[in-house]
Every structure is written in structure tokens, then in C-alpha cells.
């Protein structure tokens, strides 16, 4: 059974950082891309960052750039995203999932985790 499991969430404060990992299960995590996700409250869910299986080529949307980082164990079939000077405006439920290739397009990545609440606030 695939399955991904985001932990590592929690409150911070504006300029903390947290870090976060994506567990996967019943499948091997280097054959596959991962990507991170967030959606905040009422919001459309957005593309965070993605790290392809071929080369660990990375991508990152431009309001994270230079503040997160991504990265994956593939001995530990775990993908992490370091956070740094969070803001306010990172609040949110982020999620990571699972594509053959990093794309912008959500619709590309099949298996997702439940996601993990970050709340950036004083």
C-alpha cells in the first residue's frame, strides 16, 4: 500500500524555522519525483518545491527561494523540507506528493499525504 506521511508541522514564530519530512511507504521514494504543496485557508493549493529522482535537480516557487530547501534519504524513503525565516504568509497545510517528473501542474502527482498544519505566528 502506497502511503506518504507528512510530520514536523507545528507553531512558529515569524522568522523560525521548522522542518518538515514526508515518510513514504510501500513503494520506493527514488523512483519517483516528490514535490511539496500548501494550501492556506482559503486559498487554492500552490507548488512549493520538487526534487526530481534522476539528477536531485530542485525547484522552488519563488516566494520560498533562498528561505527553503529540499531534499530526500533515500535510505530512509523520507523527503524533508527545511524551512527558514518563516513568515506569516507561509501559514499553512503543507503536503508532498508523489510525480514521474517535477511539474507545475498539480493534476501531474497521483499519491499525496494528508498534509501537516505550519502556522507561522507571534
Known amino acids: 500500500q502506497v502511503q506518504l506521511v507528512e510530520s514536523g508541522g507545528g507553531l512558529v514564530q515569524p522568522g523560525g524555522s521548522l522542518r518538515l519530512s514526508c515518510a513514504a511507504s510501500?513503494?520506493?521514494?527514488?523512483?519517483?519525483?516528490i514535490g511539496w504543496f500548501r494550501q492556506a485557508p482559503g486559498k487554492e493549493r500552490e507548488g512549493v518545491s520538487c526534487?526530481?529522482?534522476?539528477?536531485?535537480?530542485?525547484y522552488y516557487a519563488d516566494s520560498v527561494k533562498g528561505r527553503f530547501a529540499i531534499s530526500r534519504d533515500n535510505a530512509k524513503n523520507t523527503l524533508y523540507l527545511q524551512m527558514h525565516n518563516l513568515k506569516p504568509g507561509d501559514t499553512a497545510v503543507f503536503y508532498c506528493?508523489?510525480?514521474?517528473?517535477?511539474?507545475?501542474?498539480?493534476?501531474?502527482?497521483?499519491?499525496w499525504g494528508q498534509g501537516t498544519q505550519v502556522t507561522v505566528s507571534s
Open positions: 506528493a508523489t510525480v514521474l517528473s517535477c511539474s507545475d501542474y498539480e493534476y501531474d502527482y497521483d499519491y
Open positions: 526534487i526530481s529522482s534522476s539528477d536531485g535537480s530542485t
Open positions: 510501500g513503494f520506493t521514494l527514488d523512483d519517483y519525483a
